[in-house]
C-alpha cells in the first residue's frame, strides 16, 4: 500500500475529531482578581468540558494586539488590549462534543446585563469590557487561539 494512502487512513479521523470538539477560553484579568478561577473552572468541568492544556500567564502587549487583531478597527480595541494586559490569565483548551457552541452557552453573551441566568458571564463579569471569559466562536478560531498558546507539547 503506498505510504500516503495509509498514513490518512490512521490519521484522518482523530483530525477531524479535534477540530470539532475543542474549545479554547482565557480567564480574564477581572475575575482572577476578583478570585473566580475555582469557581469558573468548576462551572466548565461540571459543564462536561474535560482540560486538555491550561496555563496560568499574562499576557504581553504584542499578544493580546495579535489576539485581538481582528477588532482592531474597533474603537473599544486600545481599552481591550490594556485590560487583557492588566493582569494574570488563565488559557486553557478544553474538549467536549459540540465544545464551539455548548462553551459559548456556557458563557452567555458578551455583555453580562445581556447574559442569560445561570451562565459564567452573569455570576462573575463586571462589564461588557470586563467580562471574566473568552470563548472561541468557531472551530477553526479554536485551532488557531489554542495553538497561540500552547505547543503540541503542552496539550494532553
Ligand atoms: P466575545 O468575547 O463575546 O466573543 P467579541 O468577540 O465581540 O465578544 O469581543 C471581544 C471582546 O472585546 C469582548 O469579550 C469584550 C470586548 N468588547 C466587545 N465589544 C465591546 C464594546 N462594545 N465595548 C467594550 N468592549 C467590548
Ligand atoms: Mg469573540
Do not use: C, W
Amino acid at each position: 500500500m503506498p505510504s500516503d494512502v495509509y498514513q490518512f487512513h490512521i490519521f484522518a479521523p482523530k483530525i477531524r475529531y479535534m477540530a470539532t470538539n475543542r474549545t479554547f477560553t482565557m480567564i480574564k484579568p477581572d475575575a482572577v482578581e476578583n478570585g473566580h478561577i475555582g469557581n469558573i473552572l468548576n462551572m466548565i468541568t461540571e459543564a462536561g468540558f474535560s482540560i486538555k492544556a491550561m496555563k496560568y500567564t499574562r499576557l504581553t502587549e504584542a499578544q493580546a494586539k495579535a489576539f485581538y487583531e481582528v477588532h482592531a478597527e474597533r474603537p473599544f480595541y486600545g481599552e481591550l488590549v490594556e485590560y487583557m494586559t492588566s493582569g494574570p490569565i488563565v488559557a486553557a483548551i478544553l474538549e467536549k462534543e459540540n465544545a464551539v457552541a455548548d462553551f459559548r452557552a456556557l458563557i452567555g453573551a458578551t455583555d453580562p446585563a445581556e447574559a442569560a441566568e445561570g451562565t459564567v458571564r452573569k455570576a462573575y463579569a463586571e462589564s461588557k469590557g470586563r467580562n471574566a471569559v473568552h470563548g472561541s466562536d468557531s472551530d477553526d478560531n479554536a485551532a488557531i487561539e489554542g495553538k497561540f498558546h500552547f505547543s503540541a507539547e503542552e496539550v494532553h
